[in-house]
């Protein structure tokens, strides 16, 4: 399984930017997928989760009310919606996926698979 993270870019405060994460590779079914995020300098922190089949959703109080998860299964495709962006939302957004339930999705080292990273940087 490969995943493959696009759609950063440069934006301003206040803008919307929708980050997606392209699944490929044999027969994808994982049990959930989350994006996860590293500033400069900082270690990578937990944004949101959705749980496959269920479509149950979490995310990070930092986050909550202004970034939607979601995804589209005929595409093997998660997407994250981002709006209201910050200059504190400026990092790296990874993308994940894991094969079997466990309840810390909010921890990296619950997932099995990652993609390469998509740069976002908000300027005030």
């Known amino acids: 399984v490969q995943l493959q993270a696009s759609g950063g870019g440069l934006v301003q405060a206040g803008d919307s930017l929708r980050l997606s994460c392209a699944a490929s590779g044999r027969t994808f079914s994982p049990y959930g997928m989350g994006w996860f995020r590293q500033a400069p300098g900082k270690e990578r922190d937990f944004v949101a989760y959705?749980?496959?089949?269920?479509?149950?959703?979490y995310y990070a109080d930092s986050v909550k009310g202004r970034f939607t998860i979601s995804r589209d299964s005929a595409k093997n495709t998660m997407y994250l919606q981002m709006n209201s962006l910050k200059p504190e939302d400026t990092a790296v957004y990874y993308c994940?996926?894991?094969?079997?339930?466990?309840?810390?999705?909010?921890?990296?080292?619950?997932?099995?698979?990652w993609g390469q990273g998509t740069l976002v940087t908000v300027s005030s």
């Open positions: 959705l749980s496959w089949i269920g479509g149950d959703t």
């Open positions: 994940a996926a894991k094969r079997s339930y466990s309840s810390n999705y909010y921890e990296d080292k619950s997932y099995n698979y």
